[in-house]
């Protein structure tokens, strides 16, 4: 029996981080920077004003005073960043709006609130102190500044920062295109009237698959006949980074997945020592067959998960979602995780690591409790209705056959 340890090594290892590509700014929300962004100018290049005033030389308005106004004539009035900077004569002042580069002379700027808002000469009752309202150059970053670093999540306020750069496109690691394809005669989809087994993989998967940053294409129910089976997978190969597959593992003469697979690529289909998820299947599949493709030499992974929809969602959150990260270029791939003390005991199938999903309850300054959803020595008990209600998962390793009330739990949090 493989190990969970060596499950998700081997899972890990066909995960490899999607190509990257050059895209315009606006596409990159929500991608992984793949190459530094490094500022190639200083920002701002040109002295700017921050309000609404008049540029003045400071020396000008010594010993300005509201006893001993200083009249300046107003030379010009720029409001537009294309404008030329202006040169600002001795004794003189030039008009400008919030934003604009400064005039070539002026040194400071003085608030139309502090003025009597002339517009052919200016009165002024104050002192200006050098570069009072001023943002200089390089005030905000200096070239050969690395702005954002590879390996950074990109949202509004990393755009932000590189459109105001001056990047138009950057290079990124696209999000991962991955198919779900529950397998199954006995499936339907949700709100059909047919009668048979309302398919919950599909949605669940769809909404982790996102939730982890990647992009889900969830296929209808498939059936277990070979050839149709074995059609649709083919169909699914040209527009997937990753296939997921749920149920066909078990050892029935309906089960026909394994036997789809194995031609297709290199599938390995193993009994994994963990309590739900035991059958498990991983490997690649040739993105050349059925329809042709860009890339006809190109594998394309695949994760077989078992049928069960607690199985199946539980398999995802220990292999398939640290997978995605890592297509997707993530560094931290992992779910957060912390010890907490079991509310109740419960025994746990020996050999085996156990994942049970609970309620996690408590803080890091007062500590944390977990407690079972239902109870863990029953497998027949893992429910849908109960694993709605967990926000966690308690692990039980393989070396341990019973959890005393008290006892330290590592759990894998699963909100938040």
Same mark, same amino acid.
């Given at each position: 029996?493989?190990s969970?340890?060596d ?12 190509? @990257?590509?050059d895209v ?5 929300a929500?991608?992984i920077l793949?190459?530094? =962004?490094v500022?190639t100018?200083? =920002?701002?290049s ?8 008049? @540029? ?6 010594v010993g300005?005073s ?5 009249? *300046?004539?107003?030379t010009h009035?720029v409001?537009?960043a294309?404008d ?5 004569a001795p ?5 400008v709006?919030?934003? $604009? ?7 400071a ?10 517009a052919?000469?200016v009165?002024?009752?104050t002192?200006?102190a ?6 200089q150059?390089?005030s ?15 949202? /509004?306020?990393?755009?932000?920062f590189a459109a105001?750069?001056?990047?138009a496109?950057?290079r990124?690691h696209?999000?991962?295109r991955v198919v779900?394809?529950p397998?199954g005669?006995?499936? $339907? ?7 048979g087994v309302?398919?919950?993989? #599909?949605?669940s998967l769809?909404t982790?698959v996102q939730?982890?940053? /990647?992009?889900? =294409?969830q ?5 277990d006949?070979q050839?149709?089976?074995r059609?649709?997978i083919?169909?699914?190969l040209?527009?997937?980074d ?7 593992l078990s ?7 394994k036997? +789809?697979l194995?031609?297709?690529?290199t599938v ?8 739900p998820?035991r059958?498990?299947? =991983?490997?690649? *599949?040739? /993105? ?5 493709t860009?890339?006809?030499g190109?594998t394309?992974p695949?994760?077989s998960?078992?049928g069960?929809p607690?199985?199946?969602q ?13 297509m997707?270029g993530?560094?931290?791939i ?8 079991a /509310?109740?005991?419960?025994?746990s199938?020996a050999?085996?690591r156990?994942f +049970?999903p609970a309620?996690?309850? #408590?803080?890091?300054d007062g ?5 079972p ?5 029953? *497998?027949?008990?893992?429910?849908v209705? #109960?694993?709605a209600?967990?926000?966690a998962?308690?692990? +039980?390793p393989e070396?341990?056959s019973?959890?005393?009330? #008290?006892?330290r739990v590592h759990?894998l949090?699963?909100e938040g």
């Amino acid at each position: 029996m493989k190990s969970v340890q060596d499950q998700l090594a081997a899972v890990l290892a066909v995960a490899v981080p999607v190509p @990257a590509l050059d895209v315009v700014l606006t596409d990159a929300a929500g991608c992984i920077l793949a190459a530094d =962004i490094v500022v190639t100018e200083d =920002i701002p290049s040109r002295p700017l004003a921050t309000c609404d005033g008049y @540029a003045v030389r400071s020396q000008d308005l010594v010993g300005a005073s509201p006893e001993n106004p200083v009249v *300046l004539p107003v030379t010009h009035d720029v409001w537009s960043a294309a404008d030329e900077p202006f040169r600002l004569a001795p004794r003189q002042s030039v008009l400008v709006s919030s934003g $604009v580069p400064m005039p070539v002379g002026a040194d400071a700027l003085v608030p139309v609130w502090a003025t009597d808002r002339g517009a052919a000469k200016v009165r002024v009752v104050t002192e200006a102190a050098p570069g009072a309202y001023v943002r200089q150059v390089g005030s905000d970053v200096r070239a050969g500044t690395v702005a954002l670093r590879h390996g950074t999540r990109l949202d /509004a306020r990393q755009l932000a920062f590189a459109a105001s750069l001056g990047y138009a496109r950057i290079r990124v690691h696209p999000a991962p295109r991955v198919v779900i394809l529950p397998v199954g005669d006995e499936l $339907v989809q949700p709100g059909s009237t047919r009668p048979g087994v309302f398919d919950a993989n #599909g949605p669940s998967l769809r909404t982790a698959v996102q939730d982890a940053g /990647a992009i889900a =294409i969830q296929v209808a129910p498939v059936t277990d006949d070979q050839s149709r089976l074995r059609e649709m997978i083919e169909d699914q190969l040209v527009r997937a980074d990753l296939l997921i597959t749920t149920g066909g593992l078990s050892e029935g003469s309906h089960d026909t997945l394994k036997d +789809v697979l194995a031609p297709l690529g290199t599938v390995r289909f193993d009994h994994v020592a963990m309590v739900p998820g035991r059958n498990q299947g =991983i490997g690649t *599949l040739h /993105a050349g067959i059925g329809e042709s493709t860009d890339n006809p030499g190109d594998t394309i992974p695949v994760f077989s998960l078992p049928g069960h929809p607690v199985a199946a969602q539980i398999s995802y959150e220990v292999f398939v979602r640290p997978a995605l990260r890592a297509m997707a270029g993530y560094t931290d791939i992992y779910r957060p995780s912390v010890a907490a003390h079991a /509310a109740v005991g419960w025994r746990s199938p020996a050999g085996v690591r156990q994942f +049970v999903p609970a309620v996690l309850v #408590g803080s890091p300054d007062g500590g944390y409790h977990v407690t079972p959803v239902g109870d863990p020595t029953r *497998l027949e008990d893992l429910s849908v209705a #109960g694993l709605a209600e967990a926000n966690a998962l308690a692990v +039980v390793p393989e070396g341990e056959s019973e959890v005393r009330f #008290g006892d330290r739990v590592h759990c894998l949090v699963l909100e938040g």
